[in-house]
């Protein structure tokens, strides 16, 4: 699964998505997140956190954070670098950047169809 990479002061997280992730930590933030992904933009403290919640989760690092933990890590001067790092983990986890992985031109040693 490929990952986006957050980088704060207190370490660095690996954040990917994926929909039991996401529907788990509704439950947990009390929250519509999946409405929340879709605009990033206009989203409310609740669901910020745990949208990080369930992106730490689906690769979670040796000790895995807590809902709590998740919203310490977003302040005034992380804010910014938290929303980015989770737009793309949201475009990682779509089919379009699947997509965006396919080369524009063949492979040296690929045979050429003709």
Same mark, same amino acid.
Do not use: H
């Given at each position: 699964?490929?990952? =986006? #990479?957050?980088?704060?002061?207190?370490?660095?997280?690996?954040?990917?998505?994926?929909?039991?992730?996401?529907?788990?930590?509704?439950?947990?933030?009390?929250? %519509?997140?999946?409405?929340?992904?879709? %605009?990033?933009? /206009?989203?409310? @403290? %609740? #669901? $910020?956190?745990g949208l990080l919640? =369930?992106? !730490? +989760?689906?690769?979670?690092?040796? +000790?895995?954070?807590?809902l +709590?933990?998740c919203g310490?890590?977003?302040?005034? /001067?992380?804010?910014?670098?938290?929303?980015? *790092? $989770? @737009?793309? !983990?949201?475009?990682? *986890?779509?089919?379009? =950047? *699947?997509? =965006?992985?396919?080369?524009?031109?063949? @492979? *040296?040693?690929a045979? +050429?169809l003709s």
């Amino acid at each position: 699964m490929k990952t =986006a #990479q957050l980088v704060l002061p207190e370490g660095t997280l690996e954040l990917a998505y994926d929909f039991n992730a996401i529907a788990d930590a509704e439950e947990i933030a009390g929250c %519509n997140l999946l409405a929340a992904l879709e %605009n990033l933009s /206009d989203i409310s @403290a %609740n #669901q $910020l956190r745990g949208l990080l919640y =369930a992106a !730490a +989760v689906v690769t979670p690092p040796a +000790v895995r954070p807590t809902l +709590v933990e998740c919203g310490e890590m977003i302040r005034l /001067d992380t804010i910014a670098t938290v929303t980015m *790092a $989770l @737009a793309d !983990a949201y475009k990682l *986890a779509t089919p379009a =950047a *699947a997509l =965006a992985d396919v080369p524009d031109t063949p @492979a *040296a040693d690929a045979p +050429v169809l003709s």
